[in-house]
């Protein structure tokens, strides 16, 4: 079977370097200078008036973190997992909200479907909080670790330590840490 013109694009551009370097050095450089720029680390000065920050320090150093990251295989390759699996995150984050809208009330789907702020907003970010954090561990690797052989991601490193270290009191001390320390907190939160 003949290859298209769109495989024959993609795959260029892999063998050009547009997937390992290019876009993982865009993605870190934008992120790096908005923080720059939002925090003003650098300071700011003064243009007509008004207080702007040092937006050619931002620049710089975003170019060299940037740099930094790519010049690192193993982060690019941590990037590109976590930056896919984060992508399949939000493709069944729309897919459950296409279901919910499905069975919805016309009437109510002009006003949208909201998360509104309530309980189940909170619980919806913090599970995905926690599901990212699950990827970004399975992203970072690790070789020839005491706890597996063979690269084995940070994630596999953790579950194996915890399965030979702890055995049932110590979880037990902890879930029972947890219960009081949310008995606490239920007890001692303000009212709104």
Not at 137 to 153: I, M, P, Q, R, V
């Amino acid at each position: 079977m003949a290859e298209s013109l769109l495989v024959g694009a993609v795959n260029f551009l892999d063998k050009l370097g547009v997937y390992d370097v290019a876009l993982p050095f865009l993605l870190v450089f934008v992120i790096t200078f908005a923080i720059l720029d939002k925090t003003k680390v650098f300071g700011t000065e003064k243009i007509k008036g008004e207080d702007e920050p040092k937006r050619n320090l931002n620049a710089m150093a975003a170019f060299v973190i940037a740099f930094l990251v790519v010049a690192s295989t193993n982060l690019v390759a941590a990037i590109s997992t976590a930056m896919a699996n984060m992508v399949m995150l939000l493709v069944l984050s729309v897919s459950f909200l296409l279901l919910v809208g499905s069975f919805t009330n016309p009437e109510e789907m002009k006003k949208g479907i909201f998360l509104k702020e309530n309980k189940w907003r909170y619980f919806f970010m913090i599970v995905v909080f926690i599901v990212i954090v699950f990827i970004f561990l399975d992203a970072l690797k690790a070789e020839n670790s005491d706890y597996c052989s063979g690269t084995c991601s940070w994630l596999e490193i953790s579950w194996n330590f915890m399965d030979e270290h702890w055995d049932n009191s110590a979880i037990g001390a902890i879930i029972l840490l947890a219960i009081i320390g949310l008995f606490i907190w239920f007890i001692t939160k303000k009212e709104e």
